[in-house]
């Protein structure tokens, strides 16, 4: 149990660094480009142009990760004040900060948050702006000058220590040695804060002073995951050898070496090939004398082309280690393959791995097995969630109501993914849930939908199932699944759990808020709340529309005293995992007594009109009516 919490705890680490420096990516290509075209041993040498260098990787780089902790952390005031923090390790160094606007950023972040906690409440009206302006601004000066005298002399010191061990690395011969590190830190997230915070500001002292630098090649060779999904086109069975080829091409080509992670985590024995696959091309880099006079970034053979130094011997070193590097992981990884027992679920390891990172994948669809066709006679379909409480419902609401409209005789239910029942033919579930419920009905036919409130996939499925349908169920049992239960439903939906014109800094905040009228109205138990925000971080709660619905997980259903609701207007919207959400419907539901509102809910908001119209009511009764005529 202890070793698994500090799993988690380095992934969650690790993903937390990561999230600092993706979203940035794009800074770090314009920097590699500036510098491959025009720094002395460039492409095209310019004196001029090359001014842009230095500052773009001392200054730019630095405060863009540094701004991006804090508002990890704290939004945007924690995004300023984190740069402001960052800038006194900037200025207290001559050598690229990325360590210390890692440190720096989400500390400027954490502190402004703890100081707006503290005065929650506490501030008298109209003196709001003046406080959270000086607020931010003395707290990130202190934290400046204390970067200034006491976090940029250490991370010179560390930064220091690590170019004297690797220089006696590289002068006995062991660079290659460090894979063995680098290629685990991969399937834990890490590589970006060992890349950017380590190695990157490193390198960029070596092309400085000798024009390229071997250490900016050591996690972006893309060499042993090419050679490890190479080993599964050949040897690998059923889904994961019929996806590995297109995975290799966005692996090699595209830079992204997270797609190659689900194959690995298949088979933990191929960490075993991906670092004698980089040790491998570590040594022939060594031994060729490859380097990279820019960051190449995403790890893509195009990108490590681009940042090549611009002669004949450099093309022919990182080429060559390249090479070298798939060749040995292709070798070993295909003994791995052929000698041990396959028992491959590529889903199952894509979904591990989205539990890993900390958020959903953007690669991870592309590994996971295609669906066939609809299946012919659709009798049931059902629509499931982690809790089955609130996002299931509601879409089962609105396909139900198209079903109808098609005059299709087909029982449209909601459920937990652990409850679903056997004999679902069509399951519909979030994208991320949608392995488990695979593991779970195995047979069905399974969608994935990222919008339940508007999802194009409702109508693509009522086409279908226009064209292949035969009645042959009881129409009764099209009917919600709460209508037994409408005896309950008075009163759920009360004037004094509705909010008008709240703000939230984050969404915790606002699930938070949401769990805290419940737990006042004697809806829940107070622990209600901690599983709305473990429910959220599982699957987002947003639904689609500027519309959101924390609820609780299924476990959570016993802290559930009576079904309830509160409606939370947030006219500037609050952002749910890159999502604007305007109205917050938190939700406890039990005994399926809630489902016939949140079924109105859902139709109502399906429609854009409407959700203006309750995002701009200004009064409860208002945004209730609107509600209720639906």
Known sequence: MAQSNIKVAVQKFGNFLSSMVMPNIGAFIAWGLITALFIPTGFFPNENLAKLVDPMVKYLLPLLIGYTGGKLVHDQRGGVVGAIATMGVIVGSDIPMFLGAMIMGPLGGYIIKKFDQFIEGKVKTGFEMLINNFSAGILGGILAILAFLGVSPAVDGFTGALVVGVDWMVAHGLLPLTSILIEPAKILFLNNAINHGILSPIGAEQIRTNGQSILLLLETNPGPGLGILLAYCFFGKGTAKQSAPGAAIIHFIGGIHEIYFPYVLMRPLLIIAAILGGMSG????????????????????????????????????????????AIVSFIVGSLILKTGKQTEDLDEAARKMQEMKGKKSSVAGSVTKQQGEVPASVQKIVFACDAGMGSSAMGASLLRKKVKQANLNISVTNTAISNIPSDAQIVITQEELTPRAQNKVPDAYHISVDNFLSSPEYDKLIDQLKNDHTTSKAEEET?????????????????????????????????????????????????????????????????????????????????????????????????????????????????????????????????????????????AKELMAIIQRN
């Open 282 to 325: 570590v040594f022939t880099f060594v031994l060729l004398g490859g380097g990279l006079q820019a960051v190449a970034s995403p790890g893509s053979i195009l990108a490590i082309l681009a940042a090549t130094p611009g002669n004949a011997g450099s093309y022919v070193a990182n080429i060559s280690g390249v090479l070298v590097a």
């Open 479 to 619: 009917k919600v699944s709460a209508e037994n239960n409408t005896d309950s439903n008075d009163g759920l939906l009360k004037e004094e759990n509705v909010f008008l014109n709240q703000h939230f800094s984050s969404k915790e905040e606002a699930i938070r808020f949401a769990g805290s009228v419940l737990v006042k109205g004697g809806y829940v138990e107070e622990n209600y709340v901690e599983a709305m925000i473990e429910r959220d971080n599982m699957t987002s709660t947003y639904m689609g529309n500027d519309v959101a619905i924390p609820h609780g997980t299924e476990e959570a259903k016993k802290n559930v005293l009576r079904s309830g609701f509160t409606v939370i207007q947030v006219p500037e919207g609050v952002d749910f995992d890159g999502e604007k959400v305007r109205l917050i419907f938190g939700i406890a539901g039990k005994d399926g007594t809630h489902l016939e509102i949140l079924s109105g809910i859902a139709i109502t908001c399906s429609d854009m009109d409407n959700i203006e119209k309750m995002v701009h009511a200004k009064s």
